[in-house]
């Protein structure tokens, strides 16, 4: 494996040794691996995402929204298992040894964790084209599993859909997307403290990274169960909405990167859920049921059933 010249050790040094505010981080960078205690009674959530250049984000994006996106995936993961974060490894490869990249990426990364109380604990830097993983650990109490959704539940989603669609629509036709939904393209806000609120009302939960009838799709699967999602109730921006786009439902059904939660619940936890996430503030929308029936129904205002729409993001579709 090629790695950075003499530099390498130097760069570790100047952008990832930042400091460790964690005390059960024993050992963090600088060893062969990082010591860490996990607490007494919880589970060890881990996961990990990688972001590559010219697919998960465009070649020219500021490298502030890279740092922050790279960790925000991994994060929204955590939340999407009622996980509390704790800590994080970075494998990077870089093109080059550049501060005007790396400073900014840092940036973005690290001021994210700092809002979450994370830590880096250690990683790994070669040489190459630009891709970054990240591997995410946390610990889990009562987790939201895919395979726990049941008939008569109601799928609830967070936020909106379909803004991050439609910015990348935007973008592919060389033209200027909305502000407001090109920052929640680059920047965009893990649900952590909703999902840890969640434990205590969902059962089954996922977020949003590949688009909703993807994404929804893997928990039906796995709890073998079938769904109806009402199209016009799913919650769209003001700004999706301004556009008066014919695309809006489909950037809603089936775009990704909004990363919002969608989880399904008992219908008589929903009141209590709604009171909690509004002092999160926190939007959340009933946009279906779960049924015994298998399969995924998309009903239109009249209550129609729409032709099947086009699943999600697909690396090898
Ligand atoms: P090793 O040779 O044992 O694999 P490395 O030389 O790759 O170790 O890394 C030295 C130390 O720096 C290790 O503790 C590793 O976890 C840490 N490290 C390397 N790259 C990164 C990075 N991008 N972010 C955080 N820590 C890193
Ligand atoms: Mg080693």
Redesign the pocket.
């Known amino acids: 494996m090629p790695v950075l010249p003499s530099s390498?050790?130097d760069l570790?040094e100047q952008?990832?040794?930042g400091g460790n505010t964690r005390k059960d981080v024993l050992l963090?960078?600088?060893?062969?691996?990082?010591l860490l205690t996990v607490p007494a009674g919880k589970a060890l959530a881990v996961s990990v995402d990688t972001l590559v250049a010219g697919v998960h984000f465009f070649d020219d994006a500021p490298p502030a929204s890279i740092g922050h996106k790279a960790l925000a995936v991994n994060l929204s993961d955590m939340a999407a298992m009622g996980a509390e974060p704790a800590w994080f490894?970075?494998?990077?490869t870089l093109p080059e040894n550049d501060d005007a990249w790396l400073r900014p990426f840092c940036t973005g990364m690290f001021s994210l964790a700092e809002q979450y109380n994370i830590t880096?604990?250690?990683?790994?830097?070669t040489r190459g084209p630009l891709c970054l993983s990240i591997q995410m650990s946390g610990f889990c109490t009562k987790p939201l599993r895919r395979d726990k959704a049941k008939p008569g539940q109601l799928i609830m989603v967070s936020g909106t859909l379909g803004d991050a669609a439609a910015a990348v629509a935007a973008i592919k036709k060389n033209q200027q997307p909305d502000d407001t939904m090109r920052q929640k393209l680059l920047y965009p806000e893990p649900q952590i403290k909703l999902g840890l609120a969640l434990v205590n009302y969902a059962d089954a939960a996922i977020d949003i990274s590949d688009g909703l009838v993807a994404d929804l799709g893997h928990i039906l699967e796995a709890s073998q169960c079938g769904a109806t999602l009402y199209r016009h109730q799913l919650p769209l921006s003001s700004e999706l909405l301004a556009l008066h786009s014919p695309e809006q439902w489909h950037y809603a059904l089936a775009g990704g990167d909004d990363y919002q939660l969608c989880f399904t619940l008992d219908p008589e936890h929903a009141p209590a859920l709604k009171s909690v996430a509004s002092t999160l503030g926190v939007q959340l929308t009933v946009i279906g049921v779960i049924d015994g029936e298998p399969g995924l129904r998309v009903l239109d205002e009249d209550g129609c059933e729409l032709s099947q729409t086009s699943g999600g993001y697909d690396h090898f579709g």
Do not use: M
């Not at 963090?28 to 990082?34: H, S, V």
């Not at 490894?89 to 990077?92: E, K």
């Open positions: 390498e050790f570790i952008y990832f040794c963090g960078i600088g060893d062969d691996a990082a490894t970075l494998a990077i880096l604990v250690g990683g790994d830097t």
